[in-house]
């Protein structure tokens, strides 16, 4: 049972326009959610964060939304830029029982298109 | 400090054999971490040390697999009579103390083939 689901494998997108990679969870306990990056022969790269407690935040050109109701996040990426071209993994934990275990999705290959 | 080190970075080896390999994370951190990630999957976790305890083991970590830190500093997983199905990219990471979220660093992983 997948209990991080992003369901787009896949998502072009030309340069200097919006990009937004979701993730929907099932499992009600998570209450701390990342998004990473990787790029091919390196480790994922921790991108930005959101706390349950909050419905949004921001860095830079990243902001994450947190629609806990929905059990739904994405990722907006604005202005994309050819080097934004990664695979994205959003992934969740439950930091509130101790556990610093994440649970990854299975990843979005954003292509942007110069 | 240049980040979270593995070692090898690739391993071929035959069925049946074993294989060990190495993680040395960012130095203050004294929390380290093993995943295994497959061909278009997300990372999935195997087990999580705080300093040189062994505190999370996820039922993936077969008993042919054994994970140690035993000075609390760098750590080794070994796995035991390969299996075909254990190919996979191997990744560490490390976070260090008295930090709420679980952002970690990753190291670059080792890449595992059984042939």
């Known amino acids: 049972d997948q209990q991080v689901k992003q369901n787009s494998p896949s998502l072009s997108v030309q340069e200097g326009r919006i990009s937004i990679l979701n993730c929907d969870y099932t499992n009600s306990m998570f209450d701390y959610f990342l998004w990473y990056k990787k790029y091919p022969a390196e480790g994922p790269t921790f991108l930005i964060s959101?706390?349950?407690?909050?419905d949004k935040n921001e860095d830079g050109r990243f902001t994450v939304f947190l629609n806990k109701s929905a059990k739904h996040l994405s990722l907006h990426i604005v202005p994309s830029q050819p080097g934004d071209s990664a695979v994205y993994f959003c992934a969740a934990s439950y930091i509130g029982a101790g556990s610093y275990q994440l649970t990854f999705g299975k990843g979005t290959k954003l292509s942007v298109i110069p | 400090d240049t980040g979270v080190s593995q070692d090898p970075r690739h391993k071929i080896t035959k069925r049946g054999q074993n294989v060990t390999f190495r993680c040395d994370p960012i130095?203050?951190?004294?929390?380290l971490y093993w995943y295994r990630q497959t061909l278009g999957q997300g990372p999935e976790f195997l087990t999580y040390?705080?300093?040189?305890?062994?505190?999370?083991k996820s039922r993936l970590l077969s008993d042919r697999f054994s994970a140690e830190r035993p000075k609390g500093s760098f750590s080794t997983l070994e796995i035991q009579r390969t299996e075909q199905g254990d190919s996979a990219m191997y990744l560490c990471?490390?976070?260090?103390?008295?930090?709420?979220?679980?952002?970690?660093?990753f190291g670059s992983g080792t890449r595992l083939t059984v042939v």
């Open positions: 959101i706390s349950s407690i909050k």
């Open positions: 990471a490390s976070s260090p103390p008295r930090v709420p979220s679980p952002s970690y660093t």
């Open positions: 040390f705080q300093n040189e305890a062994q505190l999370e």
């Open positions: 130095s203050e951190h004294n929390r």
